[in-house]
């Protein structure tokens, strides 16, 4: 179908003026559909049927993918805060237990490594009253920065803290 | 349009025009390549070439939907075009909104970037470059415990970050799904619309995490991934095909351009060599697009289990013990004083399981997603939060066994089947029976549920030799039995529906005339030895309508049991008894039924069936053919 000898060139020539955008480690957290999609707060029940959808979703490609590609800290604080609000009932689970994938995918916007991933775990539950003493996500994410960035560890093995 | 063109790019023209004869030399528009990057699926039994995509702009000449030899030709004419001196706001030249077929044009022809001008587009490449995936899975959500109807399932492409399949990356993958665009305000044409093309399907990419919490956390169905074996340039073609349907839109019918045909197809665009979409027959079901997919050789490589919230309940419950499960239940009747719940003889360890599995209860109660708060359950749920986090204990790995029948196994849905069979009194007949969807509880219930059915347009004929006539025995509209699996702390009701057309409706004259009715009740199911048993009774109501007999209502007890004697053989007993009123006079109906199955392979099944309905006893052999 695709003959691999000419191939390679044309999406390297294609691809080649994109390489002046930063690449974000995680996923389309910090992209405009989710926040769509979610509520801007993230609190946007999901209204599903099994082959329905919401009106308000927009194509992803086309309509949400423009803010995803900020410099690179400001794209990381929105994906942080993105994945905080509309992950945050499962986070605060995971926080709780010390463990989980949705964690691990946090910890991912913070542009931790894998090796100090178990200590990121064992700071969120230790420090899980905190985090989540006042109500809502933004809160919540506030302290998770601050802990981070007070911890030797994390503020060397995580790039993109705030 | 042409000649106009050519005085302003003369030279791109003449290279273009050697570009058309060379495409015409090698019949390119005949390619199967050319045909699926223009959405044309390999219809059943039809050699129609009609692209899928309803939107006119999609196509860059006037019969582009019908003709793929216009529409190259049509490709190859724009792609040349030069960009116009004041485009209007949305311009994007041909090349950009069309790369799939601009690459694989450029490809096939060899096109030269020296004499052929390639244009840039930075959309496209922020596009491709924010991509850039390295797997592909079809996703399958299965049902939900006590939801009949979710057995149809729902489809959708998880596109892999990473290739490594661990689960840790799955919450930063995406996924692209297709759906229907429904108003917030339905209205009451809103099934008719569904089934007739009335919305509009559009692609979508999203976050997976936003899937996982809809499906696995808010609706509570096991997700079954289906890892797909696709090259980096089939992927990056996908890629490509997104791009270009992602301002399109295809009418949506509910029962055939659905998401699970529009997957195939669009699985079709990024590896042309795959026969996907010619497999189904005139609708498709989610699940049968699975089994489609499965028994495509070499085409899965990998098949992932990812646990609703349910059935992570199910499972942090199964490793208690009986003092932590009195715990879990104290718990959670407790709400609001969990201090005063002394955890006697269970250790910090202990604590956390019981916990874990009253956390993942909530949240299915909840049903929480996003940053929703529980609203029942707020109280214990924080309480249980903090005391779980004081305690510093690292969460066991979830014990990860499937509480689902993956949906490959389940056999195809449509049925055909054939008995022969005899009364007591020595008349012999047969039994023709076609249903185009789905299950029941007397099949195998591998890839589908132990206690949920759902028949559609179920039509079962008989031909009596005796009298040489062949009549309209049964005929259900619409069938739904639900009978949901035992689960600790949760009570699922048992129902039961059933609207159609019976020949033979109860003692004396009734039992040679035919009536339609509607029948819905409720009951209770209690499955034991792992749900290899089920017994269940419903209490309904039915209400019907005979020629002779007029209107008429009353109760009907239906009693049954289910035993699963081995993997391939299964004993169902089912004794319905029913009084049916009418302002004259009442009329007794009993039936009873005892049905033997076996399982021969995934679409093929013997039944033994004895029945006796008022009174009258027979027995029967019979074969049955999903397709």
């Known amino acids: 179908m695709i003959r691999s000898k000419y191939y390679p060139l044309i999406i390297a020539g294609l691809l080649s003026s994109a390489a002046v955008f930063a690449k974000t480690p995680f996923g389309m957290a910090g992209c405009g559909l989710g926040s769509i999609v979610m509520g801007s707060d993230g609190n946007q029940v999901f209204a599903s049927t099994t082959n329905g959808t919401f009106e308000s979703q927009l194509f992803g490609i086309t309509s949400g993918t423009s803010n995803c590609l900020e410099p690179s800290k400001q794209a990381a604080l929105s994906a942080q805060q993105k994945f905080m609000a509309e992950n ?9 237990q010390g463990d989980g994938e ?39 994410l506030d302290v998770v920065q601050s802990q981070i960035k007070n911890n030797p560890q994390l503020a060397s093995g995580c790039s993109l803290v705030i | 349009m042409f000649l106009d063109s050519k005085k302003v790019s003369g030279k791109n023209l003449t290279y273009t025009d050697e570009l058309i004869a060379d495409a015409t030399s090698k019949k390119l528009w005949e390619t199967r390549a050319w045909k699926k990057i223009l959405f044309i699926p390999d219809r059943f039994l039809s050699l129609n070439q009609k692209s899928l995509i309803s939107e006119k702009s999609f196509f860059l000449s006037v019969d582009g939907k019908n003709n793929p030899e216009h529409e190259l030709i049509a490709s190859l004419n724009s792609f040349q075009e030069s960009i116009p001196i004041n485009p209007p706001k949305d311009y994007m030249h041909p090349q950009c909104k069309h790369p799939a077929r601009f690459y694989w044009l450029v490809n096939e022809l060899k096109i030269d970037d020296k004499k052929f001008v390639f244009q840039k587009c930075p959309e496209l ?56 665009f429904v108003p917030a305000i339905k209205g009451l044409l809103y099934p008719i619309k569904g089934l007739a093309g009335g919305y509009q399907g559009r692609f979508s990419v999203m976050p997976y995490y936003q899937k996982i919490q809809e499906y696995n956390n808010y609706e509570s169905r096991d997700l079954w991934e289906y890892k797909l074996n696709l090259t980096k340039n089939e992927i990056r073609m996908l890629e490509l095909v997104l791009w270009e349907m992602g301002s399109t839109y295809i009418d949506y019918y509910y029962l055939d351009d659905n998401c699970s045909y529009v997957m195939l197809a669009l699985l079709e665009a990024a590896k042309p060599d795959l026969y996907l979409t010619g497999k189904t027959l005139i609708y498709a079901i989610p699940s049968d697009t699975i089994r489609i997919v499965t028994k495509t050789p070499n085409f899965v490589t990998n098949i992932t289990y990812r646990p609703s919230v349910l059935s992570r309940y199910l499972n942090r419950m199964a490793v208690l013990s009986k003092n932590e499960n009195n715990f879990v239940e104290q718990v959670l009747s407790n709400y609001d004083s969990l201090s005063s719940l002394d955890f006697k003889n269970c250790d910090k360890f202990c604590k956390a399981r019981v916990i874990d599995a009253s956390l993942e209860y909530i949240d299915y109660k909840e049903k929480l997603v996003g940053s929703n708060e529980p609203i029942i359950y707020q109280n214990l749920r924080n309480k249980l939060l903090i005391a779980r986090a004081n305690d510093a204990v690292k969460s066991e790995p979830l014990k990860n066994d499937p509480q689902s029948s993956p949906p490959h196994l389940g056999h195809d849905s449509g049925l055909l089947s054939l008995n022969l069979g005899s009364s007591f009194s020595g008349d012999v007949f047969s039994d023709i029976r076609f249903r185009p969807a789905l299950h029941d509880i007397e099949a195998n219930e591998n890839g589908y549920s132990n206690g949920l059915g759902v028949g559609f347009l179920d039509t079962i004929l008989r031909a009596d030799y005796k009298n040489s006539l062949i009549y309209l025995k049964n005929f259900h509209l619409l069938e739904i039995t639900s009978l949901p699996e035992q689960v600790p702390n949760i009570d699922f009701l048992a129902w039961h529906f059933d609207t159609g057309y019976e020949y033979g409706f109860g003692y004396g004259d009734a039992a040679s005339q035919g009536r339609e009715y509607l029948k819905l009740g409720i009951g209770s199911a209690l499955f034991g030895f792992q749900n290899q048993f089920l017994l269940f009774s419903i209490v309904e109501a039915d209400v019907g309508y005979s020629k002779d007999f007029g209107a008429h209502i009353g109760p009907t007890v239906l009693l049954g049991a289910m035993a699963k004697l081995s993997h391939s053989c299964k004993i169902v007993a089912k004794s319905e008894l029913s009084k049916r009123f009418n302002k004259d006079r009442n009329i007794d109906a009993m039936e009873n039924s005892l049905n033997l199955s076996y399982f021969m392979v995934q679409n093929f099944e013997t039944q033994l069936s004895l029945t006796n309905k008022e009174g009258v006893s027979e027995v029967s052999l019979g074969l049955r053919i999903y397709f």
Do not use: W
Not at chain 1, 88 to 96: A, D, G, T, V
Not at chain 2, 169 to 177: G, K, V
């Open chain 1, 88 to 96: 945050y009932s499962i986070l605060s689970k995971e926080m709780s």
């Open chain 2, 125 to 180: 490449h922020k596009f491709i470059d924010y991509l850039d995936y390295e797997g592909v899975s079809l996703v399958f959500s299965n049902y939900i415990a006590d939801g009949p109807g979710s057995l149809f399932g729902h489809t959708f492409l998880r596109l892999h970050r990473n290739t490594n399949n661990s689960s840790e990356s799955a919450i930063l993958d995406d996924i692209a799904n297709f759906s229907a």
């Open chain 1, 102 to 140: 949705t964690l691990k995918a946090f910890s991912n916007t913070f542009g931790c490594k894998k090796e100090v991933f178990d200590h990121f775990a064992s700071l969120m539950q230790s420090s899980y009253s905190q985090i989540f003493i006042a109500p809502g996500s933004m809160a919540a």
